[in-house]
Structures are given as C-alpha cells and as structure tokens.
C-alpha cells in the first residue's frame, strides 16, 4: 500500500500520530465513523486542515457521514509501521530526561527508549524507567549504527560534540530538547523542542492576541 501512496507533506506527516491516537480511542468505544469536526474538536486541528490532511490518505469524506474509522486506522497503522518498533537512545539522564525515561511514550507502540547515556558516575550503571543508563563512553559500543534516533536532555553545552559523534555513528534522526542549535549533515533530521521558547511564545501570544470572546 505505502509503495503506492503520493508522498504525504511533512506538516501532514506530523500531525499523523495525533490522528492515530485519537481514531484508536474512536475505534475502541466502538464508533465506526467520525466528521472532521468531531475530529478537529479532539485534536485541535481545523477542519480545513483535517480535510486536507486526509484527501492525501485517499480518505474523502462523505457529507452527512464524515469518515470512515476503520479505513483510516488501516492506513495509519500501515504509515506509521506500528509492527516495527524504533529504537531510540536518550542522552542527559536529569530531570527532563528522567521523566522521559519513566514516561518512555508507553502510549506509542512504536517507539522505545531503549538505553540512556550521561556522564556523572552517579547515575551510570542505574536503571531509571526500565532502561539502563550507560556511560557517554560507551556510546560507539553500545550503540552500533543500530539505534537511528536519539533524544538529547544534556546541557546545551554538550549537545554538539555529542551530535558529531552520534552522527559519525550513523544516527538518522534528533530530537534535540536543548537550547542548542546543533550542525549536522543534510541527510540528518533534527526536530527541536525549546520548551522554554515555547512557553514564552504563547505567553506572548496570550497577551498580543487575546481570543475575542
Ligand atoms: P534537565 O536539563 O534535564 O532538567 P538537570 O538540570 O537535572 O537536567 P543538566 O545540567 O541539564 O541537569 O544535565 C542533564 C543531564 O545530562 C545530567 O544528568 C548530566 O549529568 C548529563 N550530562 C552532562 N553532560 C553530558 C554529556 N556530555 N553527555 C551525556 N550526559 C551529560
């Protein structure tokens, strides 16, 4: 199916595993069909959007019927290859990386965090939220080219010496939750979650765009 499949846009595919997890929910209580304002109700997303975002499914929703649960679960399930877990590895064992590491997207069934790395002795050799916290040292080994994502919780100071090493490993993709703007090769990916920034920005929103109402 996905061979056939036009290429989805990025900003589509991003929006992808919102759709999943709310259809899931949908299928589980037993609804057989949803409209795109029940679904952009629940994700947020505008309607326009939805209809847009699902045309490239070849999901064309039917006035009066809206769509059908079970055909997009199908297709979400085949795009998102919930069969094949993603490894991920996460480095910087501190607060924001110790709550992912309990947290380990137990939600998602197709990602993992399955080892973590830092540097302070204290915490190497432990296991926080079922995965085993590594030594930095150990990253070459360990990893091997097996692992293609990594997640960064270190201090923003650390993230580009560790970003070339993980590159040189064969990493493909970074979720980078440090300040840091890190340089990597074009083929590498990197998703950046300034926490900060954002907080900041929808404090800036809150007060330069009120909601009318
Ligand atoms: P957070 O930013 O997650 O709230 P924190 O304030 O507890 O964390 P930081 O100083 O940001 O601590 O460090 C995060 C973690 O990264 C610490 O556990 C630290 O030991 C670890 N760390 C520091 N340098 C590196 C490195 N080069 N590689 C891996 N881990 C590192």
Known sequence: MSNEQPKIPQATAKRLPLYYRFLKNLHASGKQRVSSAELSEAVKVDPATIRRDFSYFGALGKKGYGYNVNYLLSFFRQTLEEDEVTEVALFGVGNLGTAFLNYNFSKNNNTKIVMAFDVDER???????????????????????????????????????????????????????????????????????????????????????????
């Open 123 to 213: 915490k190497v050799g432990t296991t926080v939220g079922g995965v085993p916290v590594y030594h930095l040292d150990e990253l070459e080994e360990r990893l091997r080219g097996d692992i293609p994502i990594a997640i960064l919780t270190v201090p923003a100071a650390a993230a580009q010496a560790l970003t070339d090493r993980l590159v040189a490993q064969g990493i493909k993709g970074i979720l980078n939750f440090t300040p840091a703007r890190l340089n990597v090769p074009n083929h590498i990916r990197v998703h950046h979650i300034d926490l900060a920034i954002e907080l900041q920005s929808l404090v800036y929103f809150l007060k330069n765009y009120p909601s009318p109402s």
